[in-house]
């Protein structure tokens, strides 16, 4: 059987004569926590929408779960929950009512719903704040009920764009104890970007590194560390990429009519 859940080869995107991603190949596997890394602009924004149905390839191909995302779309928009970098909850609904609207974005049956949405709430620790206003939720909490709603219809992969960006040490270990919890419990694979090295080194079973739109280099964390000969991740990192500060990739803005063209199915 199969072991790959996402395959991806010669993946191009250009726009306007301008090459956002260029040529890459790489492939995660079942149940595999992988850490897509790279600066600002470097390409991660452009191929997670194409592998999220986002954007049309300009050519070379991709696999989720054994569809194509650019030829069915509806296919592979079942197989996966997305956790976007800027938040995207309803304050003035409660933590239950986000979880259960989004399960009727995602056509999750009335007959499983409360069930599905008490078990992770529970996960989260967030079940005796399910009546409460997410408005009234530090980061950390609205992170960790994103991260439930993403679960809601049992996708095969978890997408998480910078999930723990901006919270303290002891929130972004306790969202990373909940994400490896339910990776192991659920089987999911996760697929996530960060600009916390250290949180790559510790959490990823795999990386591939991406700058200018190519792949630079992939491994596990040792492997990458070895090859460059360096002592952490964060130095094999700037090693591979230089230490030149970059421009976004993606605005809010970008983001955002990202988030709505994905609901409108």
């Known amino acids: 059987m199969d072991k790959e859940i996402i395959t991806v080869k010669d993946l191009t995107k250009t726009f306007n004569g301008l090459t956002a991603v260029d040529h890459i190949s790489f492939s995660v596997q079942k149940t595999e926590i992988f850490g897509f890394l790279g600066p600002n602009g470097a390409g991660k924004s452009t191929t997670i929408k194409m592998l999220t149905t986002l954007l049309q390839p300009t050519s070379g191909s991709m696999l989720m779960n054994g569809h194509d995302p650019a030829e069915d779309p509806h296919k592979v928009r079942q197989t996966f929950g997305i956790v976007f970098q800027d938040p995207s909850l309803d304050d003035e609904l409660t933590a239950y009512e986000n979880m259960e609207f989004h399960c009727i974005l995602y056509n999750v049956p009335k007959t499983i719903r409360r069930k599905r949405i008490e078990q ?15 408005k009234k939720f530090s980061g950390g909490m609205k992170r960790r009920l994103e991260i439930a ?28 104890l909940h994400i490896k919890e339910l ?8 697929f996530f970007t960060t600009h916390y090295m250290e949180e790559a ?14 792949i630079l280099t ?9 090859k460059t000969r360096s002592q952490s991740l964060e130095d094999a990192f700037i090693k591979l990429t230089g230490r030149a500060i970059r421009e976004e990739e993606a605005t809010s803005t970008d983001r955002m009519r990202m988030r709505r063209r994905l609901f409108r199915r």
């Not at 992770?120 to 997410?134: A, M, P, Q």
């Not at 080194?201 to 739109?213: C, L, N, S």
């Not at 992939?218 to 070895?226: F, S």
Request: proline share 5%.
């Open 201 to 214: 080194e510790r959490v990823a079973q795999r990386i591939a590194i991406i700058d200018h739109g190519r």
């Open 183 to 190: 990776n192991k419990k659920e089987g999911i694979t996760v």
């Open 149 to 176: 709603r993403g679960l809601l219809h049992h996708p095969k992969i978890l997408f998480l764009d910078e999930p723990t960006l901006g919270l303290d040490p002891q929130t972004r270990n306790l969202i990373w």
């Open 120 to 134: 992770l709430l529970k996960i989260v620790e967030l079940w005796d704040r399910r009546k409460d206003l997410v």
């Open 218 to 226: 992939q491994g596990t964390p040792k492997q990458l560390k070895e």
